[in-house]
């Protein structure tokens, strides 16, 4: 079946620090892979993507590579930025319609 | 620019009694999904519907459970007779039409129902 399993929380980081939350996945095919961000009482919003194996998604700092050979999306982001204190979720979809998630990372960055 | 909306935000229930939980999708969205993400798992697909239709329900429990997209106003889920065990953050998405589909699906802040 599909399934996203995500590093625990919390993680807790100083200013400009470099963040690496590991997410790993179980999918038959070809799945499309995602990480969304969730500001304090905020709706899920999308971050990045990749839908094929060695694609790069980034997107405001924040990069994850579709390695199918070790079935990861882990999110790096170099420095982070108090602005970027969310809760983190991993996801994929290998169908028109449903994600499966991780249990998301919660991140706080501390000045 | 409004968003996806949720109300309420948090919902406290004694078991046995009803929830209902309600979803304003994103203007000119004709789609909306619901999620349940229970205490340490991820969000978990529900159900997706369209206008006065049900697409895909496969991840609804039997039972207790339903969902409705009237024509006019919001999309409304439904717990009967709740139990602790129903106690989560519950998601709602929604798409515009002809785009249905993950990359498409914007998400509202989500409903914490407590059951105590």
């Known amino acids: 079946g599909n399934s996203v399993t995500q590093m625990e929380g919390p993680v807790t980081l100083s200013e400009e620090a470099f963040l690496t939350i590991n997410c790993t996945y179980t999918a038959t095919g070809y799945p499309s892979l995602f990480w969304y961000v969730q500001y304090p009482g905020e709706g899920l919003q999308l971050l990045l993507k990749a839908t094929k194996a060695d694609d790069k998604g980034s997107n405001k700092g924040f990069e994850a590579t579709y390695r199918k050979e070790t079935t990861s999306f882990h999110l790096e982001k170099g420095s982070v930025q108090v602005s970027d204190s969310a809760v983190y979720f991993c996801a994929l979809s290998n169908t028109g319609n449903q994600f499966y998630f991780g249990t998301g990372t919660s991140l706080t960055v501390i000045p | 620019n409004a968003g996806v909306m949720q109300n309420p935000r948090h919902l406290v229930r004694r078991r046995g009694q009803e929830a209902r939980l309600r979803c304003s999708p994103m203007k000119g969205h004709s789609h909306v999904y619901w999620y349940r993400q229970l205490p340490e798992e991820g969000l978990k697909f529900m159900v997706y519907?369209?206008?006065?239709?049900?697409?895909?329900e496969s991840g609804m429990p039997k039972e207790r459970f339903s969902a409705e997209f009237p024509k006019e106003g919001p999309s409304i889920l439904r717990i009967q007779q709740v139990v602790r065990g129903d106690s989560a953050a519950y998601f709602c998405a929604s798409s515009p039409p002809g785009l249905a589909g993950v990359e498409t699906q914007y998400f509202g802040p989500g409903t914490r129902l407590l059951v105590l």
């Open positions: 519907l369209q206008k006065e239709n049900i697409i895909d």
